[in-house]
Each structure stands twice: as structure tokens, then as C-alpha cells.
């Protein structure tokens, strides 16, 4: 059997389309917050919080594609399949979400009572690469920044069911479904806010669904093999 080459940020060049995990984060009530607190402070912290994200998507091996202030875009390409860019986009969202408490210690806004709170959303898919990353549009960025502003709750990640499925060993037992979103099945980390009515879904049906996407993944997998 050959074995498929890893992929790698050199590998992609202008045009190329490429398999990728996105992650999309964004800060909770920015315009409030820096409508009501010192703006050279607010800045400050603003800063500080870009540059922590940045520092652990890189550790992940994801780039930072968009920043626009209140949030932005990160990219996962290097990886043997499309199971390891899940896995970094999912792991740098579990570091961000339980970064805010230390981080809200070390940097306070003027207004004490104010705290930075994130929204993280992960989904996997294609993407036409351009060297101005600022340009690259596809489906599944719209998704997921869809995702992030419209299904998540503060201090939590939502997923969708294509990049779940990607990592379910490691975090599967971290999520529960939170219905249907733009037609795709999605998850939520938050436990608490959704209520019952949110968890009342059928086992069986999901435990078929992770198994029919399980094995779709692998006929994948062994196709590009």
C-alpha cells in the first residue's frame, strides 16, 4: 500500500485547493466592552489576547489567517489526513476556552465586573489557497464562522459533526448534539445552558450516525491511501 505524503504549509501554492480544519474565534460583547472602558487599556488587553491565541494555534500547527480586533479565522493544513488538522483545531479551541480565567487574572479591564469572554466554533472542509489569506472564501469558512456567532455560547466551543467524528477518542465525551445548523448535526462543550430539551436526542440515531461517518472517514482515508 502507498502511503499518502504528509501535507504541509509548502506544499500549498496560489490556487491550490486544499483539505482543511478551521477554527473561528471571537470576543463576547466587544463593542460594549470598548464603548464603556479606557480605550488605550481596552487595546492593551485586545492585543495581549491575539497574541495568546496566536501563540497556541501555532503550537498546534494552525496559522492565524484573519484578525479583525473582536476575533478571527485560524487554518489547520499539516497532517498525514484531515484526522490530524481536526485534532489541532480541536485542541487549540480546549486551550483557548480554559486560558480565559488565568488570562482575565492577569490582564482586568478598568471596569473590574468586565471579563473577556471567547466563542469558539471548529469545522473541516476545502478551501482554495491564495497567498493573501485575507481573500480565501469557501463553505466551510462561512460555516463555521456562522457556527461560532450563532451557536455558541460564551466560554465554549461548538463543533460540527464532520470534525467530531474526526477526533472522537480524544473528544468525544466533551460534547453533547445541540441539534441541526445550516444542515449540518452539531455539538456543543456547554453542559449547563442548553437545558434538557437540547440533550433529548435519540442515542441510538447518534451512536449509527458516528458509526456511518467512522467508516465514511476510513473508505476515505483508504481512497487517498
Known amino acids: 500500500m502507498v502511503t499518502r505524503p504528509m ?8 490556487g491550490r485547493l486544499g483539505e482543511f480544519a478551521f477554527l473561528r474565534v471571537d470576543i463576547v460583547d466587544h463593542s460594549r466592552i470598548t464603548a464603556e ?12 489576547f491575539e497574541n495568546m491565541v496566536e501563540e497556541k494555534v501555532i503550537a498546534h500547527g494552525g496559522q492565524l489567517w484573519t ?8 487554518s489547520y493544513y499539516e497532517g498525514a489526513n484531515i484526522t490530524a488538522k ?3 483545531a480541536m485542541s487549540t479551541a480546549f486551550d483557548i476556552v480554559e486560558a ?17 469572554a471567547a466563542r469558539v466554533a471548529v469545522h473541516v472542509g476545502t478551501a482554495r489557497y491564495r497567498e493573501k489569506v485575507g ?15 450563532n451557536r455558541t455560547f460564551p466560554n465554549s466551543i461548538s463543533t460540527s459533526h464532520e470534525a467530531l467524528i474526526q477526533v472522537w477518542t480524544d473528544f468525544g465525551d466533551r460534547f453533547n448534539p445541540s441539534g441541526t445548523f ?24 447518534i451512536k449509527e ?6 467508516r465514511f472517514a476510513k473508505g476515505m482515508k483508504d481512497k487517498l491511501s
Do not use: C, M
Request: charged share 30%.
Open 67 to 74: 484578525w479583525g480586533g473582536d476575533g478571527g479565522l485560524a
Open 182 to 205: 445550516e444542515n449540518h448535526r452539531v455539538y456543543s462543550s456547554d453542559k449547563e445552558k442548553r437545558g434538557a430539551s437540547a440533550l433529548a436526542v435519540d442515542d441510538k440515531k
Open 100 to 116: 480565559l480565567v488565568p488570562f482575565n487574572e492577569d490582564h482586568k479591564l478598568p471596569r473590574t465586573q468586565d471579563k473577556i
Open 7 to 14: 501535507d504541509t504549509w509548502a506544499d500549498l501554492v496560489d
Open 86 to 88: 481536526a485534532l489541532g
Open 37 to 48: 472602558n479606557a480605550y488605550e487599556a481596552v487595546q492593551h488587553i485586545l492585543e495581549q
Open 135 to 149: 481573500r480565501i472564501h469557501s463553505e466551510a469558512i462561512n460555516f463555521v464562522s456562522h457556527l461560532e456567532h
Open 209 to 214: 450516525g458516528f458509526g456511518a461517518g467512522l
